[in-house]
């Protein structure tokens, strides 16, 4: 499974998310730009005995490389999304992409694929979850239906 994160901006948001990926076999993928020093001490101290930051891929061919890519077949996670996160049947190897803490992702990309666009519900108006806590809700449920067995 890989999990991708579209311009983070928050360290120790991503240094969470790395941990999480690097318990859960999953790969990380970050889309630039990324809004701090990827080898800061604030990532490496939320993940330093899980991950190394040289596991950390950055997709340096540009962002309308990813959407021609990976657009079509990768879970658009948004608050706009229009399909809650446990009622899709994820892939073998999903590729699960989170936007950025302040925008999300582009409207481009959601308005592209909406049937590519996953939300995970909220009871109160307002706001939105944490991002690594989005992410981590995201990854248990494919582990979930997959009864918690590796993904290989």
């Known amino acids: ?3 991708v994160l579209y311009r983070p901006e ?6 969470n998310i790395a941990r999480t990926c ?3 076999g999953s790969s990380l993928i970050l889309i630039p730009p990324i809004g ?8 490496r101290r939320s993940s330093v005995r899980y991950v190394r930051t040289e596991d950390i891929e950055v997709w340096e061919k540009g962002e309308n490389e990813w959407l021609k890519q990976f657009g079509s077949s990768c879970w658009m996670f948004s608050t706009r999304g229009e399909l809650r996160y446990d009622q ?3 892939e073998q190897f999903p590729v699960l992409l989170f936007g950025s803490e302040s925008s999300g992702l582009p409207d481009l990309w959601l308005e592209k694929f909406p049937q590519r666009t996953v939300k995970i519900p909220i009871l109160t108006k307002g706001g939105s979850l944490n991002l690594s806590n989005s992410v981590s809700i995201a990854i248990y449920e494919v582990l979930r239906q997959r009864d918690f067995l590796p993904i290989n």
Do not use: D
Not at 10 to 15: E, F, L, M, V
Not at 38 to 43: C, P, R, Y
């Open 1 to 3: 499974m890989k999990v």
């Open 36 to 43: 701090f020093f990827l080898n800061s001490q604030t990532v």
């Open 10 to 15: 928050i360290p120790q948001n991503t240094g």
């Open 88 to 90: 899709v049947i994820y």
């Open 22 to 24: 690097s318990l859960t």
